[in-house]
Nanobody
Framework: QVQLVESGGGLVQAGGSLRLSCAAS????????MGWFRQAPGKEREFVAA???????YYGDSAKGRFTISREDAKSTVYLQMNSLKPEDTAVYYC?????????????????WGQGTQVTVSS
């Protein structure tokens, strides 16, 4: 069983930056693809970014050019660096893990989920 714990959320002004972290338990982290999703109130969960077990990256439209996903396998941690934040980025951000090295962009692609961290961007 893999446990994922997100951190780094908070309140930031528009134009600011945040870095989210997701720490994973388990010895097979390096072989897992990891992803970030978000869900705003009243909206469906939205794909943000994913990184494969070999470091390939894929971004949702809302993240392209502003967000960067990375991983540090020695620490079993995946990061989401968010720059130029906008009020519409306000959401609960979830980390997800997939039992394969290949990245995915659908919620159903992922086997493990964190509890989420709130990101609020004020205008």
């Amino acid at each position: 069983q893999v446990q994922l714990v997100e951190s780094g959320g908070g309140l930031v002004q528009a134009g600011g930056s945040l870095r989210l972290s997701c720490a994973a338990s388990g010895r097979t982290f390096s072989s897992y693809a990891m992803g970030w999703f978000r869900q705003a109130p009243g909206k469906e969960r939205e794909f943000v970014a994913a990184i494969s077990g070999v470091g390939s990256r894929y971004y949702g439209d809302s993240a392209k050019g502003r967000f960067t996903i990375s991983r540090e396998d020695a620490k079993s941690t995946v990061y989401l660096q968010m720059n130029s934040l906008k009020p519409e980025d306000t959401a609960v951000y979830y980390c997800a893990g997939r039992q394969t090295w290949q990245l995915g962009y659908l919620s159903n692609d992922y086997n493990y989920w964190g509890q989420g961290t709130q990101v609020t961007v004020s205008s």
